[in-house]
């Protein structure tokens, strides 16, 4: 019902920065919270942020917290991760990912109904 598409990947210099985007087609995302995900080789699938699009309350790790900020664009229906100060350790193919239930825990796999197939990150040194 909901197709997710992530942009904004590349390839980009230790210390730089990137702006992912996700945009969703069939629906609005109101109604929606609407989670970042990352998956580097060899490692699970990790949790990056969140956002519930009509509270705009948002949800991030320490791991990334001061770094990353997820938003939106109502007009655009779209949904940005910022990411600054990026090391190689934040090299991963990241995805979006939405569900409708807005108050389970986000930072879990699980409540996501919805998941765009990813766009690669890979940060240089």
């Known amino acids: 019902q909901v197709q997710l598409v992530e942009s904004g990947g590349g390839l980009v210099q230790a210390g730089g920065s990137l702006r992912l985007s996700c945009g969703a087609s069939g629906r609005t995302f109101s109604g929606y919270a609407i989670g970042w995900f990352r998956q580097a080789p060899g490692k699970e699938r990790e949790f990056v942020a969140a956002?519930?699009?009509?509270?705009?309350?948002?949800i991030c790790p320490d791991s990334v917290k001061g770094r990353f900020t997820i938003s939106t664009d109502n007009a655009k229906n779209t949904v940005y991760l910022q990411m600054n100060s990026l090391p190689p350790a934040d090299t991963a193919l990241y995805y979006c990912?939405?569900?409708?239930?807005?108050?389970?825990?986000?930072?879990?796999?699980?409540?996501?109904?919805?998941w765009g197939q990813g766009t690669p990150v890979t940060v240089f040194s």
């Open positions: 956002i519930r699009w009509d509270a705009g309350t948002t």
């Open positions: 990912a939405a569900t409708v239930r807005t108050y389970s825990s986000l930072r879990k796999l699980l409540p996501y109904d919805y």
